[in-house]
């Protein structure tokens, strides 16, 4: 989103952003300030004072029903919100994200909107801007909304309330853009009269995120395998590549003094940081394995530069790419898949000289992908790994973005 945003302005646009306050994300995610750098100066960006109540924990702002039963206080909370729009958490948000587009707008008549989903109640702010003034707008749906993109199932039903939603939403949009081709295709066999208007823009990868050199592995003073990401794997799937990670460095000599470190968002709201993810972490200690928390955009490039090999856990099936494997090629490294066979990072990766393959969520599979990663580590020559990080190269996100962006603005005009 940062950088459709920073496209836009390079294409000669005045470009406002519609945001929630920081202390908001605070409280949900985090936030990297890093990225916040990045935007374009020109860029306005309105701060809207929304949060989710139910991720406020200090206890003394509650009131008697929420301390008495909370999990029924939460259950009220849901009903209340997608009675406003059908959306859990989100919902009640509509009429501030109504009422801020109108009010810019006033301000500041808009020739387009571009919705960037999720929370899908962005979309209500787009229907009205358009109900309003006809003001045109397109919709950036990344995962898409009614694709299950984790199970490969249809979220909702087309005579649901998201799905007469989606159905409005669509009917006049001037672009719908989405992350790959399985869900593009979901959406042009959906939406049949709308398929000339799905684009596949694909995520991409910041080109300052490279580490940009040549690679020089020590196995004397150990290898480091490592993992960049949020940590939104379920524990059984955890432990599989960790009990992987074990046996590998029992059978493999390249691995028997090598680290496996870990960085990335460790759940979110008030588990963040304390569940079970955490003790399993802990318990892996003696295996090499290290939890150093977040990591700032800014030192990105620093952390893959000391690392040798790429590993590459994911949820989901073919619905789903993630924004990491394009930055995980772009390090030159070898790559050790740990997701789906049938996953469309596979997609992504295939052609890619470093990578070990798809054997599934399978312990042993993944244990010999972690050896062959070892080995490509210590015998990979400087030309393969320019090699790898150039195939990286027809994913940098400002080149995506920018053919994106071209694109959206040339079907405006149609």
Known sequence: MRETANQFVKAGWDVTVVNIARESW???????????????????????????????????????????????????????????????????????????????????????LLASCVPYVNLAAAWKLWEEAQVPYAVDFR????????????????????????????????????????????????????????????????????????HNPDPGAGLVFGYLGTVNFTVPHLETVLNAWRAAREKEPLLANARFELRGHLGNGATRGANRHAEVFKEAEADGVVFGGPAAKAEVSSIYASWDAMVLILIGGRYVTSGKVYEYMATGLPIVSAHAAEHDASNVLRGHPLWTG?????????????????????????????????????????????????????????
């Open 26 to 112: 605070e409280l949900d995610s985090g936030i990297d300030l890093s990225l916040l750098e990045q935007v374009d100066p020109q860029v306005k960006i309105v701060e809207l004072p929304l949060a989710r109540e139910d991720l406020e924990t200090d206890i003394r702002l509650f009131d008697e029903a929420r301390a008495l039963d909370p999990n029924g206080w939460v259950a009220k909370l849901r009903r209340r919100q997608t009675e406003t729009f059908p959306e859990p958490n989100f919902g009640e948000w509509r009429g501030d994200l109504e009422q801020a587009v109108l009010r810019i707008h006033q301000e500041h008549p808009a020739d387009l």
């Open 143 to 214: 995962d898409g909304w009614s694709i299950d993109v984790i199970d490969g199932v249809e979220a909702f039903a087309r005579d649901s309330a998201e799905g007469l939603w989606e159905q409005k939403i669509l009917d006049h949009a001037v672009s719908l853009w989405v992350v790959n081709d399985p869900i593009a295709e979901h959406y042009r066999k959906r939406y049949p009269e709308f398929a000339s208007r799905v684009h596949v823009v694909r995520n991409g990868y910041d080109a300052d995120s490279s580490p940009g050199r040549a």
């Open 358 to 414: 798809a054997p599934g969520i399978d312990e042993a599979g993944l244990t010999e992908s972690f050896i062959k990663a070892a080995h490509m580590a210590v015998e990979t020559t400087d030309e393969e790994h320019a090699e790898a990080m150039a195939h990286a190269d027809q994913f940098t996100r400002e080149a995506l973005m920018s053919v994106a962006v071209k694109n959206l603005v040339e079907e405006l005009a149609k």
